[in-house]
């Protein structure tokens, strides 16, 4: 079996043509398959140099001409590339994307662990193709669907056009729309497509030869195209509920795979995450993890009217009791040589005046020790004399490791903060 190649980069950083990294080599082949991407996409992901890739703010993992290139998040610029640390936030990232719900909180099957070293595209394959199992083990279901085609007994509605263009010379059939009970159904043409997708991709690894044994046991069903649009029909009731899951993951596959992207030659998938939305909602899960301990309410993203039909949105608000409101801005930056930007001190303000809050807090990352947070690193922000110091702001930094292993416990220091005297 053959190992599957992989190089793994950190965010920000660059890869140039004809590069060898981790083994393998970075081909022209790989850089014109992203930068016709990155195109698709209007070039969020990374920017285009000379024969050279540099990464943005984007974590996660693509897959193009057999290669897969994981990019992993990072703190500090000079983070090391031992391939220990590599690990290390290679294993953070799945974690972060457990905690958020993105991939499901589960063990990666043993016979996988054992047979090959896995990546987030592995995980996501997985994921999938285990739901798939349960739904052919519990049975899969049928459902009713239109169809219109000849038939040999007249049933459902007779389609006089067609029926005369079609049945001049055949008497003997019926060119009908009538309704079919059987397995050949969106739910299962959606399902299908994601694994045609899985199987063409993980040629070589454990995945493509699990992948093959259910493609043998599925139904035959008709190969459609899917876009987002093709989701937005799908429906859920009692019969279907089992299904969710297994659909929700297949959207995540199929919308994220560019088969010969503008052309190209390269079918390719990519599951890309902004680093400082997942920061802001592991911090949002971690805390309402820890919530009731502390007693506290927590909500995400609350918006409030600013001017007209603008709005503006914290990203935290923390809140106890009926009146007491505190406000936390999560930010994916190593700051400990600087000091925070005039407009995100700007923004505290107004969320603090906005939700009735005493106290601000702009929330970092760090490599090194954990910030000690108490009443007296609240600084006030300067009123005039006719206002008083009612609210006030803090820069807080928070190690999210505790012995090379995400601190599942964040969310207790963070609330400690503000609680302690």
């Avoid at 059939?173 to 997708?197: E, G, P, S």
């Avoid at 009731?237 to 994220?256: C, D, F, G, H, S």
């Avoid at 006030?380 to 006030?392: A, D, G, Q, Y």
Wanted: hydrophobic share 40%.
């Amino acid at each position: 079996m053959s190992k599957a190649k992989c190089i793994h980069v950190y965010e920000y950083s660059t890869l140039l043509c004809g590069q060898v990294y981790d083994e393998y080599c970075f081909e022209e082949t790989h850089f014109n398959a992203l930068v016709k991407l990155n195109e698709v996409h209007k070039n969020k992901y990374f920017i285009v140099g000379l024969k050279k890739i540099t990464f943005k703010n984007y974590v996660g993992v693509l897959q193009v001409d057999g290669l897969v290139i994981e990019v992993l998040p990072k703190i500090d610029q000079y983070e090391s590339e031992t391939d220990i640390d590599k690990k290390k936030w290679q294993n953070a990232l799945i974690d972060m994307l457990r905690v958020t719900k993105h991939i499901k909180d589960q063990k990666v099957g043993e016979a996988f662990v054992s047979k090959q070293s896995k990546h987030l595209l592995d995980i996501y394959f997985e994921w999938f193709l285990n739901e798939v199992q349960l739904l052919l083990h519990q049975g899969l279901i049928k459902q009713y669907y239109k169809e219109t085609g000849n038939v040999k007994a007249l049933k459902g509605k007779l389609e006089f056009a067609g029926h005369l263009t079609k049945n001049l010379v055949h008497k003997e059939r019926f060119y009908t729309t009538h309704q079919v009970y059987d397995k050949d159904h969106l739910l299962h043409q959606v399902l299908y497509c994601a694994l045609a997708i899985i199987a063409s991709l993980a040629k070589g690894s454990y995945l493509y030869s699990m992948c093959k044994k259910i493609q043998l046991d599925f139904p035959e069903v008709k190969t459609i195209r899917v876009t987002a649009k093709t989701f937005e029909q799908i429906t859920y009731n009692r019969k279907t509920a089992p299904y969710e899951t297994a659909v929700a993951i297949a959207k995540i596959i199929i919308l994220n795979y560019a088969p010969n992207v503008k052309n190209g030659s390269e079918n390719m998938l990519a599951l890309l995450f902004d680093m400082n939305v997942l920061w802001e909602q592991y911090i949002l899960a971690r805390l309402q993890n820890a919530r009731e301990k502390f007693g506290f309410t927590i909500k995400g993203q609350n918006s409030k009217r600013f001017w007209e039909n603008i709005l503006i949105r914290p990203d935290i608000v923390l809140s106890k009791g009926v009146s007491e409101n505190f406000i936390i801005d999560t930010k994916w930056k190593n700051i400990d040589q600087s000091k925070p930007s005039t407009q995100d001190l700007r923004q505290m303000y107004v969320y603090n005046e906005y939700w009735n809050s005493k106290k601000a807090m702009l929330l970092y990352p760090t490599n090194g020790d954990s910030s000690k947070i108490d009443e007296h690193s609240f600084t006030p922000f300067n009123f005039t004399e006719s206002k008083l110091e009612n609210h006030r702001c803090c820069l807080a930094k928070i190690n999210i490791f505790e012995e090379n292993k995400l601190n599942e416990k964040i969310g207790d220091t963070i609330l400690e903060w503000f609680t302690t005297p």
